[in-house]
T-cell receptor
Framework: NAGVTQTPKFQVLKTGQSMTLQCAQDMNHEYMSWYRQDPGMGLRLIHYSVGAGITDQGEVPNGYNVSRSTTEDFPLRLLSAAPSQTSVYFC???????????FGDGTRLSIL | GENVEQHPSTLSVQEGDSAVIKCTYSDSASNYFPWYKQELGKGPQLIIDIRSNVGEKKDQRIAVTLNKTAKHFSLHITETQPEDSAVYFCAAEANQAGTALIFGKGTTLSVSS
């Protein structure tokens, strides 16, 4: 099993551009989440999903959209990138609630 | 919503010493408290977790204690080794359904030989 796969690993955008960060898992996990990690801020929850067709907002959802059309995939969309969205983004999945989350290796995003 | 505070932000110990990291949480309904270790350039990895029906859990050199009355939990690493050097995060449930996590801001542990 590959676990949680995030693509791309690195990306540089200009302010106002849009892009989608991809996340895929092959463990048949129902629960998936997106976090951003900034220096001194730890990991902050952006959006999460408890199954296909179901998503909800986390701590810092503004500027980001998600959808969950399949169990395996949970893409994160930036509609109009801003410098404040420069961060490392992590996707995670778990089998159910109150179970260990498995993280990908992150996407390092810079917005100029 | 849930709020998790983690201390200290940095911790330096000598090889063989013990290290303790403490976290407090705000939502008394939280029932699941995992700890993650993050190495440079990698995603966090679970090292141990505890649920509210137990007060302590051990796995070799790592232990976690939970005090639900005081709403705090701690990570204890004994006989530290240089490879324990990393960033450690505590977390608690983001909602009552336990469907996502809220993380502390992390502790950078440095173990010198």
């Amino acid at each position: 099993n590959a676990g949680v796969t995030q693509t791309p690993k690195f990306q540089v955008l200009k302010t106002g551009q849009s892009m989608t960060l991809q996340c895929a898992q092959d463990m048949n996990h129902e629960y998936m989440s997106w976090y951003r990690q900034d220096p001194g801020m730890g990991l902050r929850l952006i959006h999460y999903s408890v199954g296909a067709g179901i998503t909800d907002q986390g701590e810092v959802p503004n500027g980001y959209n998600v959808s969950r059309s399949t169990t395996e995939d949970f893409p994160l969309r930036l509609l109009s990138a801003a410098p404040s969205q420069t961060s490392v983004y992590f996707c995670a999945s778990s089998y159910s609630s109150r179970q260990p989350q498995h993280f990908g290796d992150g996407t390092r995003l810079s917005i100029l | 919503g849930e709020n998790v505070e983690q201390h200290p932000s940095t911790l330096s110990v000598q090889e063989g010493d013990s290290a303790v990291i403490k976290c407090t949480y705000s939502d008394s309904a939280s029932n699941y408290f995992p700890w993650y270790k993050q190495e440079l350039g990698k995603g966090p990895q679970l090292i141990i977790d505890i649920r509210s029906n137990v007060g302590e859990k051990k796995d070799q050199r790592i232990a976690v204690t939970l005090n639900k009355t005081a709403k705090h939990f701690s990570l204890h690493i004994t006989e530290t080794q240089p490879e324990d050097s990393a960033v450690y995060f505590c977390a608690a449930e983001a909602n009552q359904a336990g469907t996502a996590l809220i993380f502390g801001k992390g502790t950078t542990l440095s173990v010198s030989s």
